[in-house]
């Protein structure tokens, strides 16, 4: 069989369960594995400070994909040193903004920038996030922000399904060449920079510690995790991955309720 020399696992409905908790088994096994020397890799659409934690609970100090690829960043005494980064285009992100905040004013419009999480106000669904991510977000002018051309990873709007459903119309409507877009919830759009993938984050990882592909292993449940799940040496999806994203997958697992990480990684690499 195969070595396998780095695992690039999503977080959330992959890693964590509903009630966005790690198992106790998947933190063992874990630990055990980096005892072994294989890389372990946290990748998520989730913003570095949304990681810290988890990454601590599981005792990794390896870099964090973040924003779905969009930055790759190293944890070290209480500061990130990026290693990668890709940014959405300013007129984009003029665009878009001018759109939800003209259009769709019920959408709740989010912006981040590193490690840094900016909102007009505190809406519900801002309270929401912070509640799941452990973040505090920082109010500003959106239009002040937006002027001083700082560095954009990641747009999240957040709203009704209804509406998040008429601004991916108007999204696709617009064709904005240089971005990308996903629903990860009925309520939440996501968007990056088209050239942004987990792929090519792993790409970007095998390359620094010198991993060929086929040594490599990816676990996730999502639409975003498909084409590292059909690259890598190894591809799992979750038990509660839509029918697609098995479909692209070497190995389906159990649901994240069910301990489907752990039982993976016992299966692929025991």
């Not at 874990?30 to 400070?49: E, F, H, N, W, Y």
């Not at 971005?179 to 095998?206: H, P, W």
Request: with cysteine; hydrophobic share 40%.
């Amino acid at each position: 069989m195969t070595k396998i020399a780095l695992v690039f696992s999503d977080i959330d409905g992959t890693l964590l369960n509903s009630k966005h908790q790690v198992s106790p088994e998947a933190i063992q096994i874990i630990q055990d594995l980096v005892k072994q020397d294989t890389k372990i890799i946290l990748a998520s659409a989730r913003p570095p400070g949304a990681m810290i934690s988890i990454a601590d609970e599981v005792q990794l100090s390896s870099p964090l994909v973040c924003f779905n690829g969009a930055l790759i960043t190293q944890y070290r005494d209480g500061s990130f040193d990026d290693l990668y980064s890709l940014t959405l285009e300013r007129p984009d992100t003029v665009q878009i903004y001018q759109t939800v905040s003209t259009k769709f004013p019920e959408i709740s419009f989010n912006i981040y920038s590193g490690d840094r999480w900016y909102v007009e106000h505190e809406d519900a669904w801002v309270k929401q996030e912070a509640a799941i991510t452990k973040m505090e977000p920082e109010s500003i002018s959106m239009d002040g922000f937006l002027n001083e051309q700082f560095p954009v990873h990641k747009i999240l709007c957040m709203g009704n399904p209804d509406d998040i459903q008429k601004l991916e119309d108007e999204l696709e409507a617009a064709n904005l060449a240089s971005i990308s877009y996903y629903r990860s919830k009925d309520t939440y759009m996501e968007i990056v920079n088209n050239q942004v993938s987990k792929l090519g984050a792993l790409d970007f990882l095998c390359e620094k510690y010198g991993i060929a592909l086929e040594n490599t292993l990816a676990i996730g449940d999502n639409f975003n995790d498909m084409p590292m799940i059909k690259h890598a040496g190894k591809g799992i999806a979750m038990g509660n991955a839509p029918d697609e994203v098995k479909q692209a997958a070497d190995y389906v697992t159990d649901t994240n309720d069910e301990n489907g990480f752990y039982n993976a990684l016992t299966f692929m690499l025991r």
